[in-house]
């Protein structure tokens, strides 16, 4: 188990990019009042064939040169335990979606923590990717897109240390802004 849910999104989104993905939408939902916590990445990449699909979760399975895929696996064992589930939806050439649910208030769910981390890691290690963010907390909802800070045309040509700046900003005061961090 990682011991920190945004951990288990970063690692999808970059499951994404090696698909080929272009824009990666991560859409986190938290509700205390229906004791809920959702987590969804969706994207635009190759998706998977049948074959890998039925193996997605198998923890001996992976595309990668590595000898094993332990991110789904790990998130569906995570998320079973805590009373929810992982559901993976996918079409060949259109892209990927995976979503987690757990219990929100179970004792063995793993704190969200560190989003601002994770979306500062994807944008910043890849600005070529759009991202899109939005994270709903008991109604409240803030929304990111990278695109606002990184057009196109500059992902390529480096990035000024003020974007950075202006990007870690933004994240940090939306998630304050709807009581998170």
Not at 1 to 10: Q, T
């Amino acid at each position: 188990m990682m011991e920190d849910l945004s951990l288990h999104v970063l690692d999808i989104a970059e499951n994404s990019i090696a698909a080929g993905a272009t824009l990666i939408i991560v859409t986190i939902n938290e509700s205390r009042k229906r004791n809920l916590l959702t987590l969804r990445v969706a994207d635009n990449g190759r998706g998977m064939s049948r074959a890998e699909l039925r193996r997605a979760r198998d923890p001996f399975f992976t595309t990668k040169e590595k000898r094993t895929g332990l991110g789904l696996p790990l998130l569906a064992q995570t998320a079973e335990q805590c009373g929810g589930g992982l559901t993976i939806t996918t079409r060949p050439g259109k892209g990927t979606r995976v979503e987690a649910r757990f219990f929100y208030r179970h004792i063995d769910r793993p704190p969200l923590t560190n989003m601002r981390g994770t979306m500062m890691a994807l944008v910043f290690g890849h600005p070529e990717i759009d991202f899109r963010y939005r994270h709903r907390r008991d109604g409240r909802i803030f929304a990111f897109a990278s695109r606002r800070f990184i057009p196109a045309r500059l992902a390529a040509g480096g990035l000024a240390p003020e974007t950075i700046g202006r990007v870690r900003r933004h994240l940090g005061a939306g998630l304050r802004r709807i009581g998170t961090t």
